[in-house]
């Protein structure tokens, strides 16, 4: 058996694989950013080929920094951005249309139309999930309706469904195949039975024949071809799912917080799916192989640092996404300037397609430092909309969050995050915990590791936020963010 573990991290907007030793240190990290494409305002598409070619150039790229080959890999595991929808011909591999981003919101007149009858909640008992353009199912029906005989081949078996899992697997490996977490975001996979649901399927018109096959999160699906060619793949987690397992949150009440492209709150609830009445997903968190699986509650932000890239590609107040922290400490406060980033609709806890974004309180004292500010402090604000629901379902009271992705490098929004919480905000000395928990579930399948404890060993703080703002500071300005997050709805009504 090989020394190392790999992992393939498919998000939205990069892909990179990385390598870890048995401490769960990195070794090797190679990234690729893939293009955004916006043909329309809401609509948000990934070239699936070019992922697949950055997945491969990643592989190339991180080995070679480490002087590694396959041979020397004892496994990989798989994480991906979820939701994320892709129809492609079974024996070409070409894809019948780019993939539609789970932000994309194109599906947005559909929701309306599969509510009329029951509301948006109709399947909440069923899969954990309102009607929403977030979900795969409704994305799928847009692609049925839009692209011309899709239904019929995918009917016959000709034509493949899969979310962005499914379709590295598939290149990966040749077989056709999703893992429970991701299954579990599709709104089509029964959340008790972890299996597609035959009520559902009618309902959405999903033929059965292009549905990849539901497996645990962590077990041996078979052997990687080219790059990897004969390293076993023997993990897949959606990402957030992913983040949870290696922030180590194997128990009941344990919560992490993801600031990536968007935002993502996880609390483990354990064996047993717990419903929302707070506007939180009930999801699955993580299955390992035969053992039973857990579950956990949700709260999930469209943008968080997708705004950072906004600010740079769109307005272009910074070159790169590394100046904004420097441009935000360089005022003392936001100016009294709030940034609802509603670009497609709000998400939990909210579930308002018909919001957008905006920026309230400019005067002509404000300057693009305040913007930046308020830009990093919208993610640490959803947060807190998030946690206060989550509290509410779970009937746990947070003791300290744990915080990973891009954004959680950033001091100025973690102590922020302490402060509007008013609990403390602990990061990780591995922020990539993605990628590191697709490589522990892989690990764990192939024996390289022994249990979920030898694992939280592992774990290590980097820094503890403590809360230093005053509670009458906190609580004016949550006021004024739920002011401005008021003034964001209706927009598209």
Known sequence: MGGYVGAVDQGTTSTRFIVFDRRGE??????????????????????????????????????????LSPSDLACVGLTNQRETTLLWDRRTGEPLHHALVWMDTRSEPLVARFAAEGGKDRLRAKTGLPLSTYFSSLELVWLF??????????????????TMDSWIAWNLTGRHFTDATNASR????????????????????VPRACLPEIRSSSEIYGLC???????????????????????????????????GTGCFLLMNVGETPRASTKGLLST????????????????????????????????????SSGEIEALARSVPD????????????????????DARGLIAGLTRFSTKAHIARAALEAAAFQTVDMLEAMEADSGVALEELRVDGGMAANDLLMQFQADLLGAPVVRPRCIETTALGAAY?????????????????????????EPLMPREERDRRLAKWRKAVARSLDWTG
């Open 441 to 465: 579930a892989a690990g764990l399948a192939v024996g390289f590791w022994s249990n979920v404890q030898e694992l939280a060993a592992h774990w290590r703080a980097d820094r503890r936020f």
């Open 284 to 319: 699955l968190a993580y299955k390992l192989g035969d053992a039973k699986p857990s579950y956990a509650l949700e709260g999930s932000v469209a943008i968080a640092g997708a705004l950072v890239q906004w600010l740079r590609d769109n307005l272009g107040l910074i070159a």
């Open 225 to 259: 071809r080219g790059a990897l060619a004969g390293v076993p793949l023997a993990a897949a987690l959606g990402d957030q799912h992913a983040a949870l397992f290696g922030e180590a949150c194997f128990s009941p009440g344990d919560a992490k917080n993801t600031y």
């Open 26 to 67: 990195i070794v090797a990290l190679d990234q690729r950013e893939h293009a955004q494409i916006c043909p329309r305002p809401g609509w948000v598409e990934h070239d699936a080929l070019e992922i697949w070619r950055n997945t491969q150039a990643t592989i190339d790229g991180a080995l070679a920094k480490a002087h």
């Open 186 to 205: 599709t709104q089509l996979m029964n959340l008790a039975t972890l299996q597609w649901d035959d009520e559902l399927l009618r309902l959405f018109g």
């Open 334 to 353: 936001n100016g009294d300037v709030y940034f609802v980033p509603a670009f497609s609709g709000l998400y939990a806890p909210y579930w308002r397609e």
């Open 145 to 162: 309706e839009n692209i011309p005989g899709a239904r019929e081949r995918a009917e016959a078996g000709e034509v493949l469904f899969g």
